[in-house]
């Protein structure tokens, strides 16, 4: 029971703002007394008409209105609460906390008060990630700024991972536990460590991009795979905390961190790759390989022979999805692969499911209204020995990301 005890909440600018609704009538079913201040970038996204229906008391949301300066100085607001809460806490309003900056109501009553703060941070993985975001956090947490969150999972903007604000239940599980005299100090989300290292300890490998086959030194067969969907997913792996190896054919991304990144060319050159990374606990092949190559790469340019055509002989390259599947002892525990189909989707993809031997297919609709070779969504179709299961059209990235948790869970099965 919280009675006695009274909130000032902060609601910064996110998009989980409106969960902040939520977190307020959770603390007054328990008897808190909850006191709202909305920073501009908050009154973008929930409106100080509603927070002040559901807490019931005035909402302050501008350090000179002078009504409110008659009421109650903005010291005193803070110092009348027993407990100062911000949520959501962006990046923005922590990196001003962490920087003394007080240049905003919300800011100047962080900055002015003796009383615990405790902080609820919602932002994209990325701008959670940066290392500008690392320091403020450390910073505030030496400092005893308390925190719960934030958690994984898919984002508003689309993406996937650790930067979800801590849901309602949680923050008011936190602001009991401080009230209660538990000690909420530096609470970081449940979940949090454990979910961030799920992988730690298991070995992966991930294909990736378009394979080039040469036709001569100038020339060569390529597809329009970018590779940005394979760099996502070792990405979100070694995110998990898995030793990751990339194999990549040509793109034009960056190698991402944490990473073992093998560049190649050619298909047998990424089998090859592939081959010496074993073993490994799991294997995504996300690469568009070539599925040709020409018989014979001509050692020097071929010339126009005087009007006529030319006839290519091409022959079939060795299906690495197909090879780990059949490698005896070396079958990654889990395999992956994708099915880029232009038709009949589902039909096609289960069909190469069963012809590779692959544990998972993931089909997705590469036509070119699908807009999914070189673009940044993806609608997935997860096919294993159970069933289909569609996922909702997500970015890239996001694929990467909830294909991550799909392989923690089903490793976590296994012995
Ligand atoms: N794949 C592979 N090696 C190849 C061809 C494909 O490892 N030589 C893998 C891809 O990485 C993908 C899966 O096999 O995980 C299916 O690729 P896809 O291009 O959809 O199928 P193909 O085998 O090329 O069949 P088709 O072109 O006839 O649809």
Partial sequence: MLSENRVLLIVSGGIAAYK???????LKERGAAVRCVLTRAGAKFVTPLSLAAISGDTVYDDLFSLTAEAEMGHIELSRDAGLLVVAPATADIMAKMAGGIADDLATTLLLATDKPVLVAPAMNVRMWEHPATRANVEMLAARGVMRVGPGVGDMACGEFGEGRMAEPDEIVEAIEAYFRGAGAAVTPSRGKSPEARRLAGRKALVTSGPTHEAIDPVRYIANRSSGKQGHAIARALARLGAETTLVSGPTNL?????????????AREMLEACRKSLPVDVAVCAAAVSDWRTADAAAQKIKKNGGGGRKLELVENPDILQTLASAENLRPGLLVGFAAETE???ANAKAKRRKKGADWILAND???ASGTFGGDRNVIHLID???VEDWPPMSKDAVAGRLAQRIAEQLAEEP
Avoid: F, N, Q
Avoid at 21 to 26: A, D, F, V
Avoid at 254 to 266: K, L, R, W, Y
């Fill in 344 to 346: 009949k989707v589902i």
């Fill in 20 to 26: 902040s609704l939520e977190l307020i009538r959770r």
């Fill in 366 to 368: 590469v036509s070119p």
């Fill in 385 to 387: 020995d159970s069933g």
């Fill in 254 to 266: 960056a190698d991402p961190a944490g990473v073992t990144v093998v560049h190649v060319e050619t």
